[in-house]
């Protein structure tokens, strides 16, 4: 019996666990702009493109369909490596 709780214990860990992982997109935020083509990877708010759920999935830095809420009217001047952000996604 005890090796049976300790089966169930460990599913339903495993469970709680993959259920964490599964990204959600962050709250919207009026008084903010999605800024595309600014975050690093895993680190945007929604809106990866293909191959990604949501928010912190992005793949790569500065993923150009990638977005993270900034205040309203910064971002086109946040200068990154890659190019400055966007209102509307970039190809990169």
Not at 57 to 71: C, E, L, R
């Amino acid at each position: 019996m005890k090796k049976f709780a300790t089966i169930v214990t460990a599913t339903a860990l495993s469970a709680f666990a993959a259920t964490a992982a599964v990204a959600s997109p962050v709250k919207p935020q009026p008084t903010k702009d999605k800024c595309f083509g600014i975050s690093l990877a895993g680190k945007n708010d929604c809106a990866a493109g293909a191959g990604t759920t949501c928010a912190g999935t992005s793949k790569k830095d500065y993923q150009g369909n990638a977005w993270k809420y900034v205040a309203k009217g910064t971002c086109a001047s946040i200068k990154t490596p890659k190019g400055v952000g966007s209102l509307k996604p970039i190809a990169r």
